[in-house]
């Protein structure tokens, strides 16, 4: 159900093995119990890169993993609270019927209790939708309409609109924000390229970038200046906008790193045009 862009800026750094199995012993036992109340068919589990979402029936309860991945950190309980208030407040400003609430898990991770405090985890509960409405699945059968980009269009503009800008002594958005987070992504694929023939091709994009950085080094600064970088949605692809009735809604937007919301609104819809100009 929820997808993530996963930009790795240190090595992956895993709790311990303990910690991981108690987790999964946790998910796998709230499983076993919300099919004994809404009924096999109703329920199934969805593991994506950094969490567990479980469906079952009208809800879906996403848990986030005990993981330190660098450009995230949900290795301590606190933590993981703390990152699915910040999801319910995020997400609640453009999908306020999808993000319901934060809800402790009690018990034990052998006999979990949602809703039961103390709490040994936390769940973000949201009301499930159908997977074949999110936009890229719509597109892939022909029915996503000028008129639902229209829609978009106008939501967006009004959301954007209603942001507050950054700081002018904000890190966010200025030109070396810019270059670092790019050359980043040069460094780490040149590790995994190296000896392929996308090398070569690589290295010429690198250059282009570069050169492309240059030429648009004071619009950024303009940019900045004139308070166009605003705490966005971060990750807009087409398979995190669903389709309620005929109004496209986002969702899962970047909750976990403040670098990766706060831009330009012209690099948040970004993420939209590039994937329907694919």
Same mark, same amino acid.
């Given at each position: &159900?929820?997808?993530?862009?996963?930009?790795?800026?240190?090595?992956?750094?895993?709790? *311990?093995?303990?910690?991981?199995?108690?987790?999964?012993?946790?998910?796998?036992?709230?499983?076993?119990?919300?099919?004994?109340? %809404?009924?096999?068919?109703?329920?199934?589990?969805?593991?994506?890169?950094?969490?567990?979402?479980?469906?079952?029936?009208?809800?879906?309860?996403?848990?986030?993993?005990?993981?330190? =991945?660098?450009?995230?950190?949900?290795? #301590? $309980? !606190?933590?993981?609270?703390?990152? *699915?208030?910040?999801?319910?407040?995020?997400?609640?400003?453009?999908? !306020?019927?999808?993000?319901?609430?934060?809800? /402790?898990?009690?018990? #034990?991770?052998?006999? @979990?209790? $949602?809703?039961?405090? @103390?709490?040994?985890?936390?769940?973000?509960? &949201?009301?499930?939708?159908?997977?074949?409405?999110?936009?890229?699945?719509?597109?892939?059968?022909?029915? =996503?309409? +000028?008129?639902?980009? %229209?829609?978009?269009?106008?939501?967006?503009?009004?959301?954007? %609109?209603?942001? +507050? /800008?950054? @700081? !002018?002594?904000?890190?966010?958005? #200025? +030109?070396?924000?810019?270059?670092?987070?790019?050359?980043?992504?040069?460094?780490?694929?040149?590790?995994?390229?190296?000896?392929?023939?996308?090398? #070569?091709?690589?290295?010429?994009?690198?250059?282009?970038?570069?050169?492309?950085?240059?030429? *648009?080094?004071?619009?950024?600064?303009?940019?900045?200046?004139?308070?166009?970088?605003?705490?966005?949605?971060?990750?807009?692809?087409?398979?995190?906008?669903?389709?309620?009735?005929?109004? /496209?809604? /986002?969702?899962? *937007?970047?909750?976990?790193? @403040?670098? $990766?919301?706060?831009?330009?609104?012209?690099? %948040?819809? !970004?993420?939209?045009? &590039?994937?329907?100009?694919?």
């Amino acid at each position: &159900m929820l997808n993530r862009s996963s930009e790795r800026q240190k090595p992956v750094v895993r709790v *311990c093995r303990k910690q991981e199995e108690s987790q999964y012993r946790l998910v796998q036992a709230l499983l076993d119990q919300l099919r004994h109340t %809404d009924g096999s068919r109703k329920v199934r589990l969805v593991e994506t890169h950094i969490s567990w979402v479980l469906l079952a029936g009208d809800y879906a309860y996403k848990i986030k993993k005990s993981l330190n =991945l660098g450009f995230l950190d949900f290795s #301590t $309980l !606190a933590a993981r609270q703390h990152y *699915c208030e910040e999801e319910i407040r995020l997400n609640r400003r453009f999908a !306020a019927d999808i993000y319901l609430d934060v809800i /402790p898990v009690g018990g #034990t991770p052998d006999r @979990p209790v $949602l809703g039961k405090r @103390p709490a040994i985890e936390y769940a973000v509960r &949201m009301r499930r939708f159908a997977a074949g409405s999110q936009l890229d699945r719509v597109l892939a059968r022909g029915k =996503l309409l +000028p008129e639902h980009l %229209d829609s978009l269009a106008a939501a967006l503009a009004v959301f954007h %609109d209603a942001l +507050p /800008p950054a @700081p !002018a002594s904000s890190p966010y958005g #200025t +030109p070396e924000a810019i270059r670092g987070a790019a050359e980043q992504n040069f460094d780490q694929l040149q590790e995994l390229l190296s000896g392929t023939p996308g090398i #070569t091709q690589l290295a010429e994009l690198r250059r282009w970038s570069r050169a492309e950085f240059a030429a *648009c080094k004071r619009k950024f600064l303009q940019r900045q200046a004139s308070g166009r970088v605003r705490e966005c949605h971060g990750d807009l692809h087409l398979a995190n906008i669903v389709l309620a009735g005929r109004q /496209p809604v /986002p969702f899962d *937007c970047i909750e976990f790193n @403040p670098a $990766l919301r706060w831009t330009d609104v012209v690099s %948040d819809i !970004a993420f939209t045009v &590039m994937d329907l100009l694919h």
